[in-house]
């Protein structure tokens, strides 16, 4: 029961020295004139760039998938080692989506929060009114756009769980025969991975749009 509420405190205090954290860190940046709206936009950039990489990571790992399943001689083990090191390369990827997904909620909640509550501070009601309207508006844009991003990322563990299969598949059956055993599983892993690249793709529309829609 100790251990229990230990590690109850000790994550309310992890999250409350987070929150603390990220709340001076934005003060700090603001008082250099770089606002929260500024470095979302930076952000919702990164997963972009992110997404692109990650993209053109998973269209390589299924030509080496491709190319292990059309095996026709040569070292297995060397074949094997390329194949775990595009997996291994794929998986840093998604790890790396899944956290710039989770730095824009971060900033895009605090914008949000500080937009609302500054309403507030209007004294005149067509302005007020007028921020309002540009704050539903931008909100509706940011939804829309965490969609995407969260349908793209929702693709990317299915695609990485069989490669995963087929890596550690392979590692203990390094023969001929194993091989031939996976080329059944190359037009569904082709399926999965072009949805993927669909879904990333979109993701990467929405971000540009979004961006532009910061800067205008």
Known sequence: MLNVTLRALLTSLFLWLLIGC??????TMEEFGYHKRDILADRVEEVRDTQIEAKDQFQSALEQFSSVVNYDGGDLEALYEKLNDEYQASKKEAEAVHDR?????????????????ELDQYDNPSLRRSSQQQLT???TRYDKLLRAMKRAEAKIQPVLATFHDQVLFLKHNLNARAIASLQGELSTIETDVNRLVQEMEAAIDEANTFIKTLES
């Not at 990220?22 to 003060?27: E, G, S």
């Not at 914008?111 to 509550?117: I, T």
């Open 22 to 27: 990220q709340t001076a860190y934005y003060k």
């Open 137 to 139: 508006q931008t909100r």
């Open 101 to 117: 997904i989770a730095s824009v909620e971060d900033v895009a909640g605090a914008l949000f929060v500080e937009w609302q509550e």
